[in-house]
T-cell receptor, first 112, second 114 residues
Framework: ELKVEQNPLFLSMQEGKNYTIYCNYS?????LYWYRQDPGKSLESLFV?????AVKQEGRLMASLDTKARLSTLHITAAVHDLSATYFC????????????FGAGTRLTVKP | KAGVTQTPRYLIKTRGQQVTLSCSPI?????VSWYQQTPGQGLQFLFE???????NKGNFPGRFSGRQFSNSRSEMNVSTLELGDSALYLC?????????????FGQGTRLTVV
């Protein structure tokens, strides 16, 4: 069974600092997604990573995928308060991209 | 292009009752998945439908069921509600044909069982 482990679960950062969230998964997959969720809201898609070595960047967030290590990272550069949210990684089934297993989420708080 | 629409947004039910939630996918999307989100268990996959057929099912009891109609709209039903069924239920739609397409989530239905 596909398992997804995300760490840390809680992250409190100062504005302007950098940090990385890690996502490990247990079985072969080459499709990994990062989502953001604000309190009481739905999931907003951040990144779709489809192949080994994929790297995508949007603003202060950069995501990468290493399928051999079964590891994805979400790197935050020079954090700002607006980035405060819960971030989830999700790994798709090999055969069905709409069958995803989610990590527990990382609740990020960025303090001034 | 309209997004994924879930109705109702909020629902309060009593233990033992049943409930039906609805999800209208993005136009042209044929795959709909359902997820349950709770503080204790996180986001868990319920089931996925494509072209009116259930393709995969998560580890939930038979009280949880779903279906998909010919217009790709999907419903999920929970019978004999328990307090632990209180959760945010999210549906996601995708094209479902090419495995590398993205899934988009609706706003969710927050179910409270009292």
């Amino acid at each position: 069974e596909l398992k997804v482990e995300q760490n840390p679960l809680f992250l409190s950062m100062q504005e302007g600092k950098n940090y990385t969230i890690y996502c490990n998964y247990s079985t072969t997959s080459d499709r990994l997604y990062w989502y953001r969720q604000d309190p009481g809201k739905s999931l907003e898609s951040l990144f779709v990573l489809l192949s080994n070595g994929a790297v995508k960047q949007e603003g202060r967030l950069m995501a990468s995928l290493d399928t051999k290590a079964r590891l994805s990272t979400l790197h935050i550069t020079a954090a700002v308060h607006d980035l405060s949210a819960t971030y989830f990684c999700a790994v798709a089934s090999r055969y069905n991209n709409n069958d995803m297993r989610f990590g527990a989420g990382t609740r990020l708080t960025v303090k001034p | 292009k309209a997004g994924v629409t879930q109705t109702p947004r909020y629902l309060i039910k009593t233990r033992g009752q049943q409930v039906t939630l609805s999800c209208s996918p993005i136009s042209g999307h044929r795959s709909v998945s359902w997820y349950q989100q709770t503080p204790g268990q996180g986001l868990q996959f319920l089931f996925e439908y494509f072209s009116e057929t259930q393709r995969n099912k998560g580890n939930f009891p038979g009280r949880f069921s779903g279906r998909q109609f010919s217009n790709s709209r999907s419903e999920m039903n929970v019978s004999t509600l328990e307090l632990g069924d209180s959760a945010l239920y999210l549906c996601a739609s995708s094209e479902g044909v090419h495995v590398n397409t993205e899934a988009f989530f609706g706003q969710g239905t927050r179910l409270t069982v009292v």
